[in-house]
């Protein structure tokens, strides 16, 4: 890109959230990305990370961005694949077990952990509330993880009951594919005590 009127259009195409990548795909050099703060088109809100100054910050999206490794799970899955009616109010990720947590703000987030053979079963990608790509885990994988953990997963005994029942009721779950999950998560027979008493 040449011209600074093109690289402010190439901002106002973007969704609310630009990575340092992003501008270098695009052959926007640090010149241009300091002149855009001065201008005040964008702001610098993580490493690498570059929020447009006219919109509201993706918290979800920074998230991801911040810890590469972490995947969105329990209620904040449920929340983006729309099967639940409580807007979370602390984000869920679920992260390898041996990965470095210091950072992670523990009043915005809560952590889980997977082992490194499992961290990626059940991953999907979907849309942010704010339209950027992220990664969360698919029904039969959030059921497993609820069901296995039902006292960490930020839903009260009657929220859980009514997801879990409506997924099998509603036919929303492959039988499956979360057989095999479960084996996988070890929480098999519990899965399957469910499924004898709602399928």
Aim: hydrophobic share 35%; aromatic share 12%; glycine share 4%.
């Amino acid at each position: 890109m040449k011209s600074y009127e093109k690289i402010v259009n190439f901002v106002n195409k973007k969704n609310n959230v630009i990575t340092t990548k992003e501008f270098k795909d695009a052959k926007i050099g640090f010149y241009y990305i300091n002149k855009l703060i001065e201008d005040n088109y964008i702001s610098r809100i993580g490493n690498g990370l570059y929020g447009k100054t006219d919109s509201f910050e993706d918290e979800y999206f920074i998230i991801q961005n911040r810890y590469k490794n972490a995947i969105f799970s329990y209620n904040t899955a449920l929340f983006f694949l729309n099967k639940t009616e409580v807007t979370p109010n602390i984000i869920d990720i679920t992260i390898p077990n041996d990965y470095n947590v210091s950072s992670i703000n523990a009043k915005q987030i809560r952590v889980h952990y997977a082992s490194r053979e499992n961290i990626e079963l059940g991953v999907i990608k979907l849309k942010s509330p704010f339209g950027n790509i992220i990664k969360a885990y698919n029904l039969e994988r959030t059921i497993c993880d609820i069901v296995k953990n039902e006292n960490k997963c930020g839903l009260d005994i009657e929220q859980r009951n009514k997801v879990i029942k409506n997924a099998f009721t509603n036919n929303e779950i492959d039988g499956t594919t979360i057989i095999e999950y479960a084996k996988k998560l070890k929480c098999e027979k519990k899965i399957r005590a469910i499924m004898e008493v709602l399928i």
